[in-house]
């Protein structure tokens, strides 16, 4: 931090004035980087503005668009994912179809995993074997979405096995003949 012929300086200045070390340390750590109260002449000077930099037409002043500066404070807060996401479940139609995104409707994305949930198990199936097809339209249209895989699920079914009157054992199957 300092050479040796600075701190040995210290330490005789310090014996000089009869103040112990620390009293030194601290007397020279405010001379160099000022009181919080009052500031050097040198220390103004070293926060002086350069000539140019503040002129109101100088270079780099020019405004900027107000999609370049939505995109570049999304970047930096790290909101690009989120809103890629975002605009993947709002654009189904256009990824899959008029038809085909009227029975199916996109629930999620947890973990990678982009979740349909369709009108019936013929609709879950049939989109289950164009899988490759929807995932590769949303690797390429949405990059930063971060889609891994995509998962299609039918209309849920009643259980039979939860629920306040549920019982042990087969439940209504044992009635039917």
Known sequence: ?????????????????????????????RELFGDAN?????????????????????EGRDPHGLGD???????????????????LISSWVDIVGVETAEHSTPAGIENGVLTVQC????????????????ATTI???????????????GPNAPSWKRGPRSIPGRGPRDTYG
């Open 38 to 58: 009052t500031r050097s002449r040198s220390t103004r000077k070293r926060g002086e503005k350069a000539a140019g930099a503040t002129v109101p037409f100088g």
């Open 139 to 153: 690797a390429l249209r949405y990059p930063d979405a971060g889609i891994e895989s995509v998962r299609f699920d």
């Open 119 to 134: 009108d019936s198990t013929a609709w879950a199936t049939q989109l289950r074997l164009m899988r490759s097809q929807v």
């Open 1 to 29: 931090m300092f050479p040796r012929a600075e701190l040995s300086a210290m330490n005789d200045a310090a014996e000089k004035n009869g103040r112990e070390e620390h009293v030194a340390v601290y007397l020279r750590f």
């Open 69 to 87: 500066v939505i995109d570049a404070l999304s970047s930096n807060l790290g909101w690009n994912s989120p809103l890629a996401q975002s605009e």
